[in-house]
């Protein structure tokens, strides 16, 4: 099944490193991040969890649940995690799924059988309060993500989601942003009362709101 932006994250029950889960029940009406890795016991997918563990206060900050994915069992994924503290420097905090009969993974297309037909790409959903997938990113196996973009987006879909905003490429916090096409001149004038600074008509910026 293919999933688009906008779209209800499908539900399902698993086993995972922190006991059997039904996702949505998991998630309880968080942001949340699901994401998969291609194998236990490789260098790239090591590397990631370790910098995603150790991004756990940043989550935790944003208020979004983070679970990891592979299409490895339980034992595989908690005998892997020592490796995983003893060379990241951070221990896994986070629940990670054992998929073997990959139900979660072609419920969430996250086997793309050209890269590789048994194992998962690095799929990350980003998922909302309301349970609609918010943020979709796919890499390949041999590139592993970058986390701190994955935290700038979360920023910029939170700050999205409260404000008649969007941000720009390369936004980070704090950074410039733009109001709405859908925002009138009206409507700006009574959201923004300090004024814009308009490039263009449609290219009108704000300083980022107080949250
Ligand atoms: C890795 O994590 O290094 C990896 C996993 C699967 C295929 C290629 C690389």
Redesign the pocket.
Known sequence: MSIRLGDDAPNFTAETTQGTIDFHDWKDGSWAVLFS???DF???????LGAVASLGDEFAERGVKVIGLSVDPVDSHLEWEQDIAETQGAAVNFPMIADPDRAVADLYDMIHPNA?DT?TVRSVFVIGPDNKVKLMLTYP??T?RNFDELLRVIDSLQLTARHQVATPANWKQGGEVIIGAAVSDEDAAQRFPDGWRADKPYLRWVAQPAD
């Open positions: 890795h291609p194998k490789t260098p790239v997918c090591t590397t990631e590789n194992q196996a041999s592993g």
